[in-house]
Structure formats: structure tokens, C-alpha cells
């Protein structure tokens, strides 16, 4: 299993959609996991640690788990079938390990709540879990990087260009002067 963190909650421009990221806290690697916009928010409601007026019903979840005399352990983004993540909520009840069947999106805004670890399978983490690729610099060698800095340099950006067309005239009449 690898330890994961949520490394942050995003939103698509594009689709408004929600997407969460989890990052392996010994790795570079991170997997993203769509999520509905309420459980988006759930999730980054706790992870900002906003008061919320009335329990939502994750804090619902988490108070009743904890009434009823048990404890979450740890959730597991356990199997990707048909690209849909599985997970499993692991809780304590009285020396007893349960296994419940949640949505990911589910585990990750409960886990926040009981402030416990975050796992995923290694096979699941191997199959959808991504790497940033590594600066261009570094792969560039020292002979590369300075015919390309040549180049940047013998070359004004078009934003340069731009910038350099514009009058400013007298920045400190306050604009009467146009």
C-alpha cells in the first residue's frame, strides 16, 4: 500500500468539474480522482478547517461512527475497475476490522474528518497514479542549454515587443493628461 495525502482539490476551467489529487508522501507520484462538487467541498471545508453552522453529512458520518463506540482506522482507494476507483473506509469497532465499500470521494472527505492515514493499492497506484515530468533543464545538456539561452536572449518575446510600443507619458498626473 502507499501513503497518500490530498495534495489539493482543483476545478476544472474547462468542465467545471472537480478533481482530487492525492500525492504518495515517500514519492513524486500523484493520482487524480474525479469527484462530485459536494464532496469537493466537503473535503476542502475540513482541509480549510471552515465551521460549518450544522453538521454536513460527512460530519454527520464521522459523529456516528464515533457514538456508536467505533473508530476509523484508515481508508484504502483500493481497485480502479472500468475507470471507476473502489475504496474501503477501515473501521474499529470493539477490537472488530470492518471493511465498508465507500466512494473514494466519500473516504477522502471522512478520512479529513477522523484525521487518519490515506492509502492506495500499489496496483492501483501503478496503473493511474502519474509523475510530473522532470524540468526540461535538467535533461538538456550543459552545451544545449547554452545554445538555447543564445537564442531566448538574440529573440524578444512578442510581450516585450508589446510593452516597449506602449507610451506611458507622465505617471503622476493621475491620469488627466490623456
Known amino acids: 500500500m502507499v501513503e497518500v495525502t490530498i495534495d489539493s ?15 504518495d508522501v515517500d514519492g513524486d507520484r500523484f493520482l487524480p480522482i474525479w ?14 478547517e471552515v465551521e460549518v453552522a450544522r453538521p454536513i453529512t460527512h460530519d454527520l458520518l464521522f459523529n456516528m461512527i464515533g457514538e456508536l463506540g ?10 480502479l475497475r ?12 470493539r477490537g472488530k476490522r470492518l471493511e465498508i465499500d465507500a466512494r473514494p470521494s466519500d ?4 478520512a479529513v474528518r477522523a484525521d487518519t492515514k490515506i492509502y492506495v493499492d500499489d496496483a492501483v497506484m501503478d496503473t493511474a497514479g502519474i509523475t510530473p515530468e522532470h524540468d ?3 535533461e538538456l545538456g550543459s ?3 547554452e545554445q ?8 524578444p518575446s512578442v510581450f516585450t515587443d508589446f510593452v516597449d510600443t506602449l507610451d506611458f507619458g507622465d505617471e503622476d498626473d493621475g491620469g488627466k493628461n490623456k
Do not use: Y
Open 82 to 93: 472500468n475507470d471507476v476507483f473502489l475504496a474501503h473506509i477501515i473501521v474499529n469497532l
Open 35 to 48: 469527484i462530485g462538487p459536494c464532496e469537493a467541498d466537503a473535503i476542502t471545508v475540513r482541509l480549510q
Open 148 to 155: 538555447r539561452r543564445s537564442a531566448e536572449e538574440a529573440t
Open 9 to 23: 482539490i482543483r476545478v476544472s476551467l474547462m468542465s467545471q468539474h472537480r478533481v482530487a489529487i492525492l500525492k
Open 70 to 79: 467505533a473508530k476509523v482506522e484508515h481508508v484504502l482507494i483500493r481497485e
Open 143 to 145: 552545451e544545449q542549454q
Open 136 to 138: 526540461i533543464e535538467e
Open 107 to 110: 473516504a477522502l472527505a471522512l
